[in-house]
């Protein structure tokens, strides 16, 4: 399925056997992983993703692999693909049984691309909230580790392909982020967005959406947002390194016609 | 590292290039697992672990596989062992990039041997608490899910060994478990034990303890716990499907020299 991969820097005979059976990303999912859009030859912001998943790893306790062999996996992946997804996935690697981490495991690294979606052009998007909530834990907010039943299970509930994206709530009630993007409010004329201090992630588009916008003179801000925030907002957009700034045009009762705020940022983007 | 194992049934040629590297168990941590004891030619409360394997299986939207299938697999690996652990994992199978399971996804099985533990006989274990919180998701409490980062970091916050297990609260700071075993406290000559209703593994062995402490006439209660009940209880003692009934002796500044209920369940359970 996947057009590319390489595992350690190496490609696979057979992908369908590749990973060692003690990988601790299978048993535990002990890592952390990264999705970046590949096009015109070029990643968009791999210096970011790679950033993110030195930081990822430190929160965790891996020994993260060299970034310059990252770059080189990645370089030799890009040359086969004009528009591509590019997924890095770095763990533990192998470890004996038992939750404690060894000192003496070495991280595997999977580098691997996969066809882009197809995405309408800048048409509004289709939203639902999910049942489903995000845990609390100080300890993994913010990252892009590899436990990700709750999106799992949440992405489940919907099959309707016109709904692109579902918005998730944390245990509390708190507004999160869509399933796989994190979500920004317009009020009165400035950028709000999840602070994901308990849970979520800090999303590459949505640090670059909060830089750009700072740029264009917009105010931001990062704060503990609600439903009724939602319902409140002028205008709602989600972000995601592969999807970029998608305005929301319907969520439940909920419409949105104009996104003036999103169309900048996209157009500052390039994306 | 491991004595065995065996990957859809098939024993694989090479263990560390075995595992399809588009497995949701690895990519997502989309799976279950269970850690079972395998004492003289035995698997015991193997008919209890397929269930719950069976049933998280369920709770994920996972196909499981044929018990009589595992059943089979475990039988070809066990003769090979007079005394090991035997770990089943389930995933979710191999799919396409992004969280939304797909139908079409057909689930794997790894089934493995692991040299079992040394235990010192009965005498009570040192504990400590950890600060790494457990999340609350009632979506995934209960079941022995792969999403198992929060005890990864919990165990990483020790080196001494002579701690046997470390006690974890969830974000509220309600007593939840050990990182790899339940916990129960003696008050009053009844036994209590958390109710895992936000988060926590109903573990295989706090199930036995539950349904043998009825049958000796012990009063058992699962309910919400707090540190507090800990420092109270009269006796303390962790469970689990590898280590069977364990007294606590230790944990911080506390200190328990009697272990009579522990002693007559462990008697009863000959575990």
Redesign the interface.
């Known amino acids: 399925?996947?057009a590319a991969?390489l595992?350690d820097g190496i490609s696979?005979?057979?992908?369908?056997?590749?990973?060692?059976?003690?990988?601790?990303?299978?048993?535990?999912?002990?890592g952390v992983?990264e999705?970046a859009l590949l096009t015109r030859g070029r990643v968009r912001f791999l210096d970011q993703h790679l950033r993110r998943l030195a930081l990822g790893c430190e929160r965790?306790?891996i020994v993260p692999p060299d970034p310059a062999v990252l770059r080189s996996d990645v370089q030799q992946l890009s040359g086969s693909a004009e528009r591509a997804?590019l997924?890095i996935?770095v763990?533990?690697g192998?470890g004996?049984?038992?939750?404690?981490?060894s000192s003496r495991s070495k991280a595997t690294r999977?580098v691997?691309l996969?066809p882009a979606p197809q995405l309408p052009a800048t048409s509004g998007l289709v939203l639902r909230w999910c049942e489903?909530?995000?845990?609390?834990?100080?300890?993994?907010a913010g990252i892009k580790?590899?436990?990700?039943?709750?999106?799992?299970?949440?992405?489940?509930e919907w099959q309707d392909d016109t709904i692109a994206e579902g918005l998730m709530l944390d245990?509390e009630g708190e507004l999160v982020s869509g399933?796989?993007s994190n979500v920004f409010l317009v009020r009165s004329d400035a950028l709000v967005t999840p602070d994901v201090r308990f849970?979520g992630v800090r999303g590459i588009m949505r640090g670059e959406v909060l830089r750009v916008a700072k740029e264009l003179g917009i105010a931001v801000s990062e704060e503990p947002l609600w439903p009724h925030d939602v319902e409140a907002a002028s205008e709602v957009f989600i972000t995601s390194s592969v999807r970029g700034v998608r305005s929301v045009a319907e969520l439940g009762p909920l419409r949105w016609t104009d996104s003036p705020v999103a169309d900048r940022l996209r157009q500052a983007l390039d994306f």
């Open positions: 399925m996947t991969v595992i696979p005979t057979d992908p369908l056997h590749a990973i060692a059976v003690e990988d601790r990303g299978l048993h535990y999912g002990d992983f999705s965790l306790g997804v997924k996935i763990t533990r192998i004996p049984r038992g939750y404690r981490p999977v691997a996969y489903t909530r995000v845990g609390r834990n100080v300890r993994l580790h590899l436990n990700r039943l709750e999106q799992v299970l949440a992405q489940a245990t399933t796989a849970c």
